[in-house]
Nanobody
Framework: QVQLVDSGGGLVQAGGSLRLSCAAS????????MGWSRQAPGKQRELVAT???????NYANSVKGRFTISRDIAKNEAYLQMNSLKPEDSAVYYC???????????WGQGTQVTVSS
């Protein structure tokens, strides 16, 4: 079972940056896919960015060119660097991971990102 801990959210002005971290309890070599999704009040959850075990990345159109997902296998951590933040990026961001062998999905507890205009 993989446990994920999100951190790094906060309040930032529009145009600013934040870096989210996701610490996994297991080696990232046991994880097939990691990523972040976000959910704003009254809106559906949106997939933001993913990184596969092979290092391939994918982004929602709304964040392409502004967000970068990465991972540090040695530290069992993944990161979401968010630049040029906009008020519409405000949401609770959830880290998620798919375990390689079981294909089960796991979620972090979420971290709040608020971008003021």
């Amino acid at each position: 079972q993989v446990q994920l801990v999100d951190s790094g959210g906060g309040l930032v002005q529009a145009g600013g940056s934040l870096r989210l971290s996701c610490a996994a309890s297991e080696s990232l070599r046991t994880v097939n896919v990691m990523g972040w999704s976000r959910q704003a009040p009254g809106k559906q959850r949106e997939l933001v960015a993913t990184v596969t075990n092979g290092g391939s990345t994918n982004y929602a159109n709304s964040v392409k060119g502004r967000f970068t997902i990465s991972r540090d296998i040695a530290k069992n951590e993944a990161y979401l660097q968010m630049n040029s933040l906009k008020p519409e990026d405000s949401a609770v961001y959830y880290c998620y991971a798919q375990e390689l062998l079981s294909s089960r999905w796991y979620w972090g507890q979420g971290t709040q990102v608020t971008v003021s205009s």
